[in-house]
């Protein structure tokens, strides 16, 4: 465990969905804030992360709004997106504008955990 755990974003509409989220990557040592939409999502990546996981459908921004905004910006932050809506399309705007993964509901949480776990390490988080 590093000693410093890494900052994670997580931005869902959907309460029970953000709780489940939220309380895994918790269990995983990490440092998690909560974002409620869009806009939250986006207010919120100021205060600077490791990782953001969002959903893509959310009132005000989607997901996909806000990593196109942030990679616009310069930002570099890891982004997984995770979406019940997930096409061919999506998915490759996702890819274009630069998400580390897309997620598609129902996926694995395991799955997420070990995107999440690959992400944060290639960012070197948790150093100090």
Known sequence: MPPFPPR????????EMRRLLVATLRRDGCM???AVDGVDLLAR???GFDLVISDVRMPGLTGLEVLARLRRA?????????TAFGDAELHAEARRV?????FDKPFDLDDLRTVAQISLARRGAGRG
Do not use: M, N, W
Request: aromatic letters at 4%; proline letters at 4%.
């Open 8 to 15: 994670v974003l997580v931005a869902e509409d959907d309460h």
């Open 32 to 34: 998690v804030e909560e």
């Open 98 to 102: 630069g998400t580390a993964t897309v």
């Open 45 to 47: 990546l100021a205060a």
């Open 74 to 82: 310069g930002g570099s932050t890891p982004f997984i997106l995770i």
